[in-house]
């Protein structure tokens, strides 16, 4: 069965630090790939996104995403976290043979400390 | 605009009950589809719904139903709860479907349901 996993469940970051986010999924056909974030109380909102061509892409908020196809791979980074960036983030990937179906990751939690 | 409204925001059940959850999606948007997301975990795909018609179906029993208006809004149906079904249930919208599309999902915040 098609799957998507993230690496960190819970991650801690000091503010100004790099976030590198990992995420990989399991299906070798054509896929989009999603980032959606969560912030506290409030709902999925989509980051990023990766349908076809450039391999590097650049969502809000200064966050970018690479999707290597040979690893079945996603990453979210950022140069430089701020306080506001805590909330949850899902790596998300909707198959293209499935409509509107997109399967979730399990979450990873960033909390950024002042 | 309004964004994706989803109706009540909270709800509290017993097991065996039935429950009924509400979504109005983004005006002019036709598809609607629906999400458990259990605490500490991704939301899971319940259903797609497109002009009225069923897309999709995740693994979920046939206790959880779904349909959608003429005015594209939708109800989700879950009968028989049980304690494992308390979770946030999402609703997201969008313009079309199709594997060609590359539709934005806008989701709402949820309605939690406890079940006791």
């Known amino acids: 069965a098609q799957s998507v996993s993230q690496h960190n469940h819970h991650v801690i970051l000091s503010e100004a630090a790099s976030l590198e986010l990992g995420c990989n999924y399991s299906?070798?056909?054509?896929?989009?790939l999603f980032w959606y974030v969560q912030y506290p109380g409030q709902h999925l909102q989509l980051l990023l996104k990766?349908?076809?061509?450039?391999?590097l892409v650049k969502g809000i908020k200064g966050f970018e995403a690479e999707f290597i196809k040979s690893k079945f791979s996603f990453n979210l980074r950022k140069p430089s976290v701020q306080w506001s960036d805590t909330a949850e983030y899902f790596c998300?990937?909707?198959?293209?043979?499935?409509?509107?179906?997109?399967?979730f990751g399990p979450g990873t939690s960033l909390s950024v400390i002042p | 605009d309004a964004g994706v409204t989803q109706s009540p925001t909270h709800l509290i059940k017993t097991r065996g009950q039935q429950v009924t959850l509400r979504c109005s999606p983004i005006?002019?948007?036709?598809?609607v589809s629906w999400y458990q997301q259990v605490l500490g975990q991704g939301p899971q795909f319940i259903f797609q719904?497109?002009?009225?018609?069923?897309?999709g179906r995740g693994n979920f029993p046939d206790r959880f139903s779904a349909r959608q208006f003429p005015n594209y809004s939708s109800e989700l149906n879950v009968n028989a709860l049980l304690l494992g079904d308390s979770a946030l249930y999402l609703c997201?919208?969008?313009?079309?479907?199709?594997?060609?599309?590359?539709?934005?999902?806008?989701f709402g915040s949820g309605t939690q349901l406890s079940v006791l």
């Open positions: 997201a919208s969008s313009f079309r479907t199709g594997p060609a599309t590359n539709e934005k999902l806008f």
């Open positions: 299906y070798g056909g054509t896929v989009n």
């Open positions: 990766y349908f076809s061509g450039d391999p």
């Open positions: 998300a990937v909707i198959m293209k043979t499935s409509y509107d179906k997109v399967i």
């Open positions: 005006s002019g948007h036709k598809s």
């Open positions: 719904y497109y002009e009225k018609e069923e897309r």
